[in-house]
C-alpha cells in the first residue's frame, strides 16, 4: 500500500511540473534583437546552428569567457524564442564514430 501512495505522489509532482512548463511563456522576439542582447550582456555569439523539420533554425549561443549559454529556435517569420539558457559550457573536439560503434 505503501508504495502505491509513493507512486501515486511522484506521479501527481512529475504531472504538475509538466504542466506548469507547458504553461510558462517562452521568451521571444525579434531575432536581430536577441542576438544584440546576448552579445551586449553575456558576451555570447553564436556557436552551432541546426535546421528544424519545421524549417525553425535552432541555434546555440556561447560564451568561452563567462562560460554562458543558451538555446534559441528562430521560426520562419523571424520570430526568435530562447529555449534554454545555463552555465559552464565548454566545446567539446571529438570525432564520433558510425552509429552504434564506440568511440
Known sequence: MRELFVFAVGFALLA???VEAQQT?????????????L???Y?????SIG?????AVMEVFASE???TWTITVTMPSGMMC??????????LEETLGPAGQPT
Not at 511563456?25 to 542582447?37: E, F, H, L, N, Y
Not at 530562447?82 to 566545446?91: C, I, K, M, N, Q
Open 39 to 41: 552579445a551586449e550582456a
Open 65 to 67: 569567457e563567462t562560460g
Open 82 to 91: 530562447l529555449v534554454a539558457s545555463g552555465r559552464a559550457f565548454e566545446t
Open 16 to 18: 504538475a511540473a509538466s
Open 51 to 55: 535546421l528544424r523539420s519545421d524549417n
Open 25 to 37: 511563456p517562452r521568451t521571444c522576439g525579434q531575432r536581430d534583437a536577441i542576438v544584440k542582447q
Open 43 to 47: 558576451g555570447e555569439s553564436r556557436q
